[in-house]
């Protein structure tokens, strides 16, 4: 069975660093093929992929963020973590974790975690 | 990066039938047949409903259904239920650059 589950501040101040990390179960990020994303949804709006990472520790980021954005993965602790620099208000979102195996050619999101809601806000 | 573009909402009767269309471009939904929808009801994470344009994964009701033609995707849900109510996003894989886009999702309201 698979699971996600993310963690991280509810609240942040605009231009500080927000970290979330993903813990999840059922899979390994060591297997070929799978992959783990983070995806966010600002209050009352659409989904938007952010970033991603193969179990071979290669990343892909959204374009228009990736100046922002670091991926990385702890294949011990079965995590893996996002960190956005420069927070600005409109970042304001739930955060998902999802599992994929788009190495393998499927690329979709078969697995969320909860999601874990971050406010910027001074 | 622009999203996929989506109806804002739709509606229909218990019973009928809805289609929910998606529309890309050559870059993205036109290129590839990986386009993927999620359910999402209100305060829950999305769930995947279709993937690679057509497929359902294990436990997806029969009512849900996907396909394509050029530029846009399509998804169909027949013999609307009411908790078929509730936002629906396509995916689509775009390329080793965009790499993946989501659409601006679309409310189904059961009448």
């Known amino acids: 069975q698979i699971t996600l589950k993310e963690s991280g501040p509810p609240l942040v101040k605009p231009t500080q660093t927000l970290t979330l990390t993903c813990t999840f179960s059922g899979f390994s990020l060591t297997t070929s093929g799978v992959g783990v994303g983070w995806i966010r949804q600002p209050p009352g709006k659409a989904l938007e992929w952010l970033a991603l990472i193969y179990w071979d520790d290669d990343k892909r980021y959204r374009p228009s963020l990736k100046s922002r954005l670091t991926i990385t993965k702890d294949t011990s602790k079965n995590q893996v973590v996002l960190t956005m620099t420069n927070m600005d208000p409109v970042d304001t979102a739930t955060y998902y974790c999802?599992?994929?195996?788009f190495g393998s050619g499927s690329y979709h999101f078969d697995y969320w975690g909860q999601g874990t809601l971050v406010t910027v806000s001074s | 990066q622009s999203a996929l573009t989506q109806p804002a909402s739709v509606s229909g009767s218990p019973g009928q039938s809805i289609t929910i269309s998606c529309t890309g471009t050559s870059s993205d939904v036109g290129s590839y047949n990986l386009v993927s929808w999620y359910q999402q009801h209100p305060a829950k994470a999305p769930k995947l409903i279709i993937y690679?344009?057509?497929k359902r994964p294990s436990g997806i009701s029969n009512r849900f259904s996907g396909s394509k033609s050029g530029n846009t995707a399509s998804l169909t849900i027949s013999g609307l239920q009411a908790e078929d109510e509730a936002d629906y996003y396509c995916?689509?894989?775009?390329?080793?650059?965009?790499?993946?886009?989501f659409g601006g999702g679309t409310k189904l309201t059961v009448l």
């Open positions: 999802a599992h994929s195996e």
């Open positions: 995916c689509s894989f775009a390329g080793t650059s965009t790499f993946v886009v």
């Open positions: 690679e344009g057509s």
